[in-house]
């Protein structure tokens, strides 16, 4: 009886244990004075910001801990050059927002220079690699691929810009910079400068805060007041920077569930997006490595896209890569024809033969000089490959990717066929288009054709690559691709008729 | 050793009896007979509904327990009102189907005269607060407000009518209660009035029911057989009830995910919905008073729109409210123009300066008399702002704001340019509109013109307040509502050739 | 105080003991020599399949343990029948990718004859009932029923084949393999035949392994290569098999969210949907017989259509069935017209009056002979009553019922008049169709029509069968179906104009 005593209580106790020093160990680091200073009046003030980061990994670890992981569980990648001034607190308000980083937009808040927008120069202060990775990533580049490409600035002016009514016509204005803001610059990330000063009055005192234009904005390319490019939280969401919700696909559905890019959407119906759906709420999404198969059974967007994944055996699979493009050898999105992955994450330095800043012309030639080559295609395609070699077999692998090829070339060709039905009613003058100095995209017949790729063939695209039949189907997909040519063709027609 | 084995056997006790006392306190109140009565039978007869209820809160408490709760946790408003007939027993069968409530509707079943719909009248015996504060919401008019104004009965008429082909063209007839019953009343909600009786053979004997009319149905607005309107099962799903249900966003997307009313869809998008769909398996549904940061990181519709909010240091929030426009200042959705939110639930009442019962006129004039005014207005919007400041500073969140005031701005002005599209169309006797005494719902133009605002306005103010940034551009957004307007100049252009 | 400790002690052996055998018993079957052989290798080639089949049931059970359980507990249809070769063995690759079946396309591997394709006819070892219900079931003939069916087979071919711009007009090529095994294959099920052999050379050596065409697939009607149809693995996801993803409604969704078939979309909006998404953390989803009430609250797909469900007491509610047709009176969707369930599976045998392959004429007369009568039709619809009815009372659900009839006889109606529409312009010679020896999908016209039953029809009768009203309203309901009715009265009224 007595051993049965001593053994229960010593199983007690060693759980106890445990469970006690594992939370002693991460949960209550040393708060920097000038955390404190901020968590003092803030817990009231915002007191839903300090709640958040009090559950995040920030708050319960420092860096200097974090650097002391086994290789493979490493989060922190400054190593050395860590800052000291930090290193053993608790990562909290003051080290991201005044931090070690010259910032030309801090201002006087109490007894501190601060800054609201916390940019990814801030976040190298520990995360170095990650921000330099990011900075080659396309997504980084998001606002001026679009702002400053003029092609899809037109694109921008016609879609989000204002119509009036006149005896006349339609009488277009450009959008107004929150009409972008609400609207294409939400995702790609809008330009956030000060504008002045304003005075708020609080019950914590008087205060001069600046004033942002377009904030607030978490865009993926976001043009920050420091001059560097992108959003960190856009991913990692403000102030809990969960690495669970960053490996989870809801993350990546606020900018890639629309009809345009619809990712989210075609995950979700895969057999991918389904086992997460059903089983997903078994899974690992915290450990660092990630273990296929262990941790999770099905891959998430950052799975194949982003993290460090191993096998159960330690061996492994894919690198931590922030630069997602890395195992991505066409680009399917956004453009008119599928084509091979542009060198430069800056795509509005390419110049087709036609001297459009596009990848391909308008009939699909490629601009090769700014694209990878087959043998990065070949490398990247091996890395994405990889992933997947997990949990299939080389044939399951080898087939899948051939029919994504096979796709790419139906799409480019339905594209293809679309462009020439609106070139011919371009040159009937049916519609006025670049040759007759007018808008590609200011047309009831020019939208249908724009519509043929940055809908359609996206979807059957997305569809094939990430295995979510109906996305290739009837869901934006062959149906609507093949009815929307149909009737391009029976616009032709007719306007012949008339004339 | 043996102060260990003391402390693990305390240990073991403490939780133990933690876990009984709890359970014990809530878990078995009396029942009452007449509750009993129903549950001898309906566990065999409709176990899958007893079940349901013994997971309820109902089961588990009583309404004196209830009452002795301190006053933020509150959940029976009915005080010392609360009927002593059942105060000290579960809320059961009985309660609510029988209880205490005059009911014209009710019939004799066994020993008592029961009533199948439980009304808000009912639930009032409790809840009266509630159910007051629902009868000044909008959707409680729900019905009426589609029903008893003329241009909307037409436009129900149109979408929900049956056409037959004729020689001469398509020959539409007004949709039958069964079609409305499917479509628009099942959210807005039907008329639910005896209809004769039955007779059913059960395994438990012959029985005599009421026929109901429109049955089932659970529509926000339902005219109930006891003349009361709407249906608080609409998101407190019976019989559960639960307060996780209510405040989980699914609830809402029950009427309001289709692309009119596209609310749960932009929720899903928006980093809210992102945070609650990767976190909120985290977080506490049940907490009464909702402790923002605590409880939850991000709101779900409940949280701005209905809960009862404080801080971590138990500061209210926001105060419990089941008039839900109490927070907002502007009617974004379904109807030509967002405009000034309407004083009255009852919307049916309004005329605009044209004689139509509509809170603007065709060209966006307000119908000022019924709609609150600018003090209104900005009390309401404080009153939301006061939520988002949980979370988020003051620039943050009036730069939100400012957005949503431009996107109404920018919504109103392309649908003043489609509706006078459509009205110089009307003009032209292209087609037929009110001034030539016919449906401005029943051609093709006109349909073009009434998805306008109906749907691509809605979906992009929708995403303009909830920031999801696709619906207000791809996803239903500029993108469909920038083609439509250009397709409506094409046809109008093309209607006047031909002439 | 010994009492106490006594007390403690014995808590914690009790319960150790129920945790400890309960794993005995569950956890770690023998595995069978061949099976071990191939884990050697595969935990390393392949750790993703290994990982998860070891969280399979397959991997902690045997079928003599699954034979042992009570009846309703049965998993294991096969009786006495089960191979004894491995009744004793956890059921590992082996089993299913080697085990007793005789097989064509077996390969030898290493020293065994292993097959690629796991069949039906694997499954069928130890599920032999379940296996012979699915192949009467309609979706086990997904392949023949859309690629032996002369009218459907023209309607993939225009859809999903290949346009090229021609200065006379577009030119149609048929759809590759690749094409349709990208798009209605995925679903429907690709024919996988050996196309010749491919050497691999791995870390573990040289491998000739058979190349298979069309593969990967695992569409329900799949051809596989030992000619069996379909795939178990559609639903019952490879290698976890997991009884609780089956049972939950992402599973479906893979095949059922587009907008020709919206079951999940729709059931996502109705109360059953809300309730799952809301609540259905808290359910059983692994337990055998599925107690209605207890284990859930609301009903997923299987639920209704497949599981074996009870009530608390123990009572049958409905038998299992992989025959989903079995509660299915009507069908209502894919064909032109909602019609009376066909009686074979295989759907391309049917005759309509008109000599066409379709359940009913173009004008809506039934191929009576080839579908259920009024007894069989009714019979199925008692069926499926009994599971509302155990959540239900029985005039809720008759009121459910006659709306649904009711929306069959409108959507029939609305899909008439626009077959009428279409009529008259093939009549008029504005388009070509069947009797002018064309196809009935290649102009922009017959498009709008066969959207009018492809999508919207579909979408309103799925909303009136499921409860999800937006679908039967805005999203792809009424309202699309009546602007398309009115758009192809328009075009049918040009055309006349014209001519």
């Given at each position: 009886m007595k051993r049965c005593l001593l053994l229960g209580c010593l199983l007690l106790f060693v759980f106890g244990f445990c469970v006690n020093s594992a939370l002693a160990a991460e949960q209550s680091p040393p708060i920097?004075?000038?955390?404190?200073?901020?968590l003092?009046?803030?817990s009231?003030?915002?007191?839903?910001?300090v709640a958040g980061w009090e559950k995040s990994a920030h708050a319960r670890t420092t860096v200097a801990r974090g650097l002391k992981r086994p290789e493979l569980e490493q989060r922190v990648?400054?190593?050395?050059?860590a800052?000291?001034?930090?290193k053993n607190f608790a990562v909290g308000?003051?080290?991201?927002?005044?931090?070690?980083?010259?910032?030309?937009?801090?201002?006087?808040?109490?007894?501190?220079?601060?800054?609201?927008?916390?940019?990814?120069?801030?976040?190298?202060?520990c995360?170095?690699?990650?921000?330099?990775?990011?900075?080659?990533?396309?997504?980084?580049?998001?606002?001026?691929?679009?702002?400053?490409?003029?092609?899809?600035?037109?694109?921008?002016?016609?879609?989000?810009?204002?119509?009036?009514?006149?005896?006349?016509?339609?009488?277009?204005?450009?959008?107004?910079?929150?009409?972008?803001?609400?609207?294409?610059?939400?995702?790609?990330?809008?330009?956030?400068?000060?504008?002045?000063?304003?005075?708020?009055?609080?019950?914590?005192?008087?205060?001069?805060?600046?004033?942002?234009?377009?904030?607030?904005?978490?865009?993926?390319?976001?043009?920050?007041?420091?001059?560097?490019?992108?959003?960190?939280?856009?991913?990692?969401?403000?102030h809990t920077f969960s690495i669970e919700m960053a490996r989870k696909p809801a993350?990546?559905?606020?900018?890639?569930?629309?009809?345009?890019?619809?990712?989210?959407?075609?995950?979700?119906?895969?057999?991918h997006?389904n086992l997460y759906k059903s089983l997903g709420h078994k899974w690992n999404f915290k450990s660092v490595p990630w273990v296929a198969g262990k941790d999770y059974n099905a891959p998430t967007?950052a799975a194949?896209?982003?993290s460090l994944v191993t096998d159960p055996a330690g061996n492994v699979v894919a690198?931590r890569?922030?630069?997602?493009?890395?195992?991505?050898?066409?680009?399917?999105?956004?453009?008119?024809?599928?084509?091979?992955?542009?060198?430069?994450?800056?795509?509005?330095?390419?110049?087709?033969?036609?001297?459009?800043?596009?990848?391909?012309?308008?009939?699909?030639?490629?601009?090769?000089?700014?694209?990878?080559?087959?043998?990065?295609?070949?490398?990247?395609?091996?890395?994405?490959?990889?992933i997947?070699?997990s949990c299939?077999?080389?044939?399951?692998?080898?087939?899948?990717?051939?029919?994504?090829?096979?796709?790419?070339?139906?799409?480019?060709?339905?594209?293809?066929?679309?462009?020439?039905?609106?070139?011919?009613?371009?040159?009937?003058?049916?519609?006025?288009?670049?040759?007759?100095?007018?808008?590609?995209?200011?047309?009831?017949?020019?939208?249908?054709?724009?519509?043929?790729?940055?809908?359609?063939?996206?979807?059957?695209?997305?569809?094939?690559?990430?295995?979510?039949?109906?996305?290739?189907?009837?869901?934006?997909?062959?149906?609507?691709?093949?009815?929307?040519?149909?009737?391009?063709?029976?616009?032709?027609?007719?306007?012949?008729?008339?004339?």
């Amino acid at each position: 009886m007595k051993r049965c005593l001593l053994l229960g209580c010593l199983l007690l106790f060693v759980f106890g244990f445990c469970v006690n020093s594992a939370l002693a160990a991460e949960q209550s680091p040393p708060i920097s004075e000038a955390t404190q200073s901020c968590l003092d009046c803030h817990s009231e003030a915002t007191p839903g910001i300090v709640a958040g980061w009090e559950k995040s990994a920030h708050a319960r670890t420092t860096v200097a801990r974090g650097l002391k992981r086994p290789e493979l569980e490493q989060r922190v990648s400054a190593g050395d050059k860590a800052p000291e001034e930090f290193k053993n607190f608790a990562v909290g308000c003051a080290e991201c927002h005044i931090g070690t980083v010259e910032h030309p937009d801090a201002f006087q808040h109490d007894e501190f220079m601060v800054h609201t927008v916390v940019s990814p120069r801030d976040c190298a202060q520990c995360h170095p690699k990650e921000v330099s990775q990011y900075a080659e990533n396309i997504m980084s580049q998001a606002h001026g691929n679009l702002m400053n490409n003029p092609v899809y600035l037109d694109l921008v002016k016609q879609v989000a810009g204002r119509f009036k009514f006149k005896p006349s016509g339609l009488a277009h204005t450009p959008p107004l910079d929150m009409d972008l803001a609400d609207s294409c610059l939400y995702c790609h990330g809008a330009k956030v400068e000060q504008k002045g000063v304003r005075k708020v009055v609080t019950d914590l005192g008087e205060f001069e805060f600046p004033v942002w234009s377009n904030w607030p904005n978490h865009g993926v390319g976001r043009i920050n007041p420091d001059k560097s490019k992108g959003s960190c939280a856009a991913c990692h969401s403000r102030h809990t920077f969960s690495i669970e919700m960053a490996r989870k696909p809801a993350t990546c559905s606020e900018c890639h569930k629309g009809p345009d890019v619809p990712a989210y959407k075609v995950y979700e119906v895969s057999k991918h997006g389904n086992l997460y759906k059903s089983l997903g709420h078994k899974w690992n999404f915290k450990s660092v490595p990630w273990v296929a198969g262990k941790d999770y059974n099905a891959p998430t967007c950052a799975a194949c896209h982003i993290s460090l994944v191993t096998d159960p055996a330690g061996n492994v699979v894919a690198k931590r890569t922030h630069r997602m493009n890395d195992r991505l050898g066409n680009r399917l999105l956004g453009l008119i024809y599928a084509h091979s992955h542009p060198k430069s994450p800056d795509t509005s330095i390419i110049k087709n033969a036609d001297n459009l800043p596009l990848p391909t012309t308008l009939s699909g030639q490629e601009a090769e000089k700014f694209l990878i080559g087959e043998k990065e295609k070949q490398k990247r395609r091996e890395a994405m490959s990889g992933i997947c070699l997990s949990c299939h077999a080389s044939g399951w692998v080898e087939g899948h990717f051939a029919r994504l090829d096979n796709t790419i070339d139906y799409t480019n060709q339905m594209v293809k066929a679309s462009t020439q039905t609106l070139a011919k009613a371009w040159e009937k003058g049916q519609v006025k288009g670049l040759d007759q100095k007018d808008s590609m995209f200011n047309e009831s017949l020019e939208r249908l054709w724009a519509g043929q790729w940055l809908i359609y063939a996206n979807n059957i695209r997305l569809a094939a690559a990430m295995a979510g039949a109906d996305y290739g189907t009837f869901a934006d997909g062959r149906w609507q691709l093949s009815n929307r040519l149909l009737e391009m063709q029976k616009r032709l027609d007719q306007g012949s008729t008339k004339k």
